[in-house]
């Protein structure tokens, strides 16, 4: 989901050439990258076991590979 969003900010910023969309962009990066890792650590306190057999399928990264 974080990376469809920035993908759709990045394209409109693209298409209709704009330098707000462009900074709004890089800011939305800069918060999902610090949120990811609080959310990681919620969700694993939270369901200690099922979160760490979906970290074991899923890749761990904003994009994936």
């Not at 920035?6 to 962009?25: D, E, N, R, W």
């Given at each position: ?30 918060l999902i990258i610090k949120l990811i890792p609080e959310e990681e650590n919620q969700l694993d306190q939270a ?19």
């Amino acid at each position: 989901m974080y990376l469809a969003a920035l993908l759709v900010l990045l394209g409109l910023a693209l298409v209709l050439i704009s330098a707000l969309l462009a900074v709004m962009f890089v800011v939305m990066w800069m918060l999902i990258i610090k949120l990811i890792p609080e959310e990681e650590n919620q969700l694993d306190q939270a369901y200690p076991v099922a979160y760490a057999e979906y970290c074991k399928r899923v890749p761990g990264s904003l994009i994936p590979k």
